[in-house]
């Protein structure tokens, strides 16, 4: 019983720090493999994708404007939100026990709650909905958020996790090659490049506007 009881606990420590130590060490260790002229961007590039507002259709095309790979930009911030998602796989409801992460899982949680509501069409398609939705660049959609919704919606935690794995190297992948595309461009004809840029910043900060204003109605 001792012995039974002892591997339990062994079982759920591993489960707990298993996520944090694969993630140190690959980041840590693809960090090492660059230039240390890269390296000094790809460090705080990828630790900023943890943090709102900016997601990956912001941080994977600064990488590949500071001179990072793209393939070596978007599979690390793909290999994030497959890292986030393992570790809600093996411990969300221990998660939210605990005492500061517990408060953040919980509001993420909420947010979760609405990103389903506001976006219903995940769940009729289920395995195939959380793969688009992580594919899919905007904010909340990544490991995190994509785990919290495939629960909300009543998948498996496992299948959760596989969904979010495949949208989250899909999604990268694309938003590296069309930054490395446009980078590309951009350097041919540099005003274009920038009337782009300022017409799809308008549109956004119009879409923004709209939203804010609908939400005081």
Do not use: C
């Amino acid at each position: 019983m001792e012995k039974e009881r002892n591997s339990q606990v062994i079982i759920r420590l591993s489960k707990f720090f298993l996520p944090f130590i694969l993630g140190f060490s690959v980041i840590g260790g693809v960090g090492f493999l660059l230039e240390e002229s890269l390296r000094i961007r790809y460090w705080p590039l990828v630790s900023t994708y943890f943090f709102p507002p900016l997601g990956k259709e912001t941080v994977i095309p600064l990488g590949i404007a500071s001179g990072i790979p793209p393939v070596i930009m978007a599979l690390s911030i793909a290999f994030v939100d497959v890292i986030v998602a393992l570790f809600l796989l093996w411990n969300y409801d221990l998660a939210k026990k605990i005492p500061i992460v517990g408060k953040f899982i919980i509001k993420v949680e909420e947010k979760g709650k609405n990103v389903e509501e506001k976006y219903g069409w995940v769940k009729p398609l289920r395995f195939i909905g959380i793969v688009l939705f992580v594919i899919v660049p905007f904010q909340g959609s990544g490991g995190l958020v994509g785990s919290i919704v495939g629960r909300l919606i009543g998948m498996k935690p496992l299948n959760t996790f596989f969904a979010i794995s495949i949208g989250a190297v899909i999604g990268t992948l694309l938003i590296g090659f069309f930054s490395n595309a446009f980078l590309a461009f951009a350097r041919i004809n540099t005003e274009l490049s920038l009337a782009l840029i300022a017409v799809i910043s308008i549109i956004f900060a119009s879409y923004f506007i709209f939203k804010k204003l609908k939400k005081k109605k």
